[in-house]
């Protein structure tokens, strides 16, 4: 496995990474890319200035994870949009390659930290539906993973939740 830019005029890959988007989101949140058209402008808008777009690859130059960042606060602050790995290939350390990269990228940019929104609109943890306030903090020290949201992934890899 390789991590690459994704070139403007390799359709083939942003087409990869488009069908990742609908794939990877249908079962928790099926309305963010419900379809192609919608992935593929997604990936379209992922190639500007202001952003970076990498894919991992294997030999064959099929995609298996694709990650992007977009630049904000004066490029002192990147947000990680998307990230999303082939079912067939989660677990297998793409997605912390993926992340680990972007990292990378965003420091030679001169970025200063990243973020990450992970919504539960599906009852994935314990804070789903709960007013958190006025006591957030102690909701946040109660959380727990119901169903595989990714908030654990991105605190492994040392985000914690704000």
């Not at 390799?10 to 990877?24: H, Y």
């Not at 997604?42 to 777009?53: K, M, V």
């Not at 908030?151 to 914690?160: A, I, P, T």
Request: charged fraction near 25%; proline fraction near 4%; include cysteine.
């Amino acid at each position: 496995m390789r991590i690459i830019d994704v070139c403007p005029d390799d359709e083939e890959a942003i087409r990869q990474a488009a069908a990742l988007l609908v794939e990877g989101f249908k079962e928790h949140w099926p309305n963010v890319w419900p379809d192609m058209d919608a992935a593929l402008k997604e990936a379209q808008e992922s190639l500007g200035a202001d952003r970076i777009s990498r894919v991992a690859v294997d030999d064959n130059g099929a995609v298996l994870g694709w990650i992007g960042g977009i630049r904000q606060y004066n490029g002192n602050v990147w947000e990680i949009h998307p990230l999303v790995v082939r079912p067939d290939y989660r677990g297998k350390g793409i997605g912390r390659a993926l992340v680990t990269d972007l990292e990378d990228r965003v420091r030679e940019r001169g970025g200063l930290t990243i973020w990450v929104g992970t919504d539960d609109e599906d009852n994935m943890t314990t804070l789903s539906g709960v007013n958190l306030y006025p006591n957030v903090l102690e909701h946040l020290a109660k959380i727990r993973n119901l169903r595989g949201h990714p908030y654990e992934f991105y605190q492994k890899l040392g985000f914690v939740i704000v």
